[in-house]
């Protein structure tokens, strides 16, 4: 984890009064911080708007965790953006998230080379419109050679369809002769699904205080620890981010095993 101290200190300089940032211990981060970015919608109905104006505040989120992230010196942060099931929702909010997927990624690329992040994408890019498909890899190819912190975007993403994805690969292989059935093992799956090199994480938060899954990830959160958040997407901010942190902090992380005594 690379991390400026004194630009930590001053990005936390303003404390709420019930967390600083001497409150975590910033030596043992979690180096993979997943996010189910939920609640934009409800967010914005709470305030009488209309259910846009809700995805748009979550961008303004979205750039502050990214910021926060690197100042803490996280090796990757991934967050939910766009499930496979959130086709369903009415054309208008998808063809609106789209726009704002191509938009704010052209405006934040220059925030990714300031701070030296690397991109990625999780989930089937293909079947993304073609403005959006081409700006995310642009994306990928300007963020190619940095060295920071990775930023995964699950986009068109679900965990079911990515091991379904992985096993057809596997299958692939065994019948074209290049790998053989004895040979599939945990190593062998996690290297065809789309976090292939990243480690798993270590903390998922979910904001909106919903207690689910919801179909992400399911393989690489065997052994993460959650911590929900009542607060919708838009209102998450560094000081959440302090609050999850130090949650996880508290956790006594066995694996299966036992504490020895």
Do not use: C
């Amino acid at each position: 984890m690379n991390r400026d101290e004194a630009l930590l200190r001053e990005y936390y300089s303003s404390s709420p009064a019930d967390i600083t940032l001497d409150d975590v211990d910033v030596n043992h981060l979690p180096s993979h911080v997943s996010i189910i970015m939920d609640g934009n919608g409800r967010w914005a109905q709470a305030r009488g708007l209309d259910r846009s104006k809700g995805h748009v505040a979550g961008v303004d989120a979205l750039r502050e965790t990214v910021t926060t992230s690197v100042r803490l010196g996280l090796d990757a942060l991934s967050v939910y953006a766009f499930s496979t099931e959130n086709w369903r929702r009415p054309q208008r909010e998808v063809d609106l998230l789209m726009h704002l997927f191509a938009t704010t990624l052209v405006k934040e690329l220059p925030l990714f080379h300031q701070e030296n992040v690397k991109l990625r994408f999780l989930g089937d890019l293909e079947a993304l419109p073609k403005r959006t498909r081409d700006v995310f890899y642009q994306g990928l190819d300007e963020t190619s050679d940095h060295t920071g912190m990775t930023f995964a975007l699950a986009v068109n993403y679900g965990s079911r369809a990515e091991m379904v994805r992985a096993a057809r690969l596997l299958a692939q292989e065994v019948s074209s002769g290049a790998l053989s059935a004895d040979d599939i093992d945990e190593a062998a799956v996690e290297s065809r699904l789309y976090t292939a090199g990243l480690p798993d994480p270590e903390l998922l938060i979910r904001t909106s205080g919903e207690l689910r899954l919801s179909n992400y990830l399911l393989w690489q959160l065997a052994y993460t620890e959650f911590y929900v958040t009542d607060i919708m997407w838009p209102d998450f901010d560094r000081w959440e981010m302090l609050r999850a942190i130090r949650a996880f902090q508290s956790r006594n992380r066995r694996f299966g095993g036992v504490v020895n005594q």
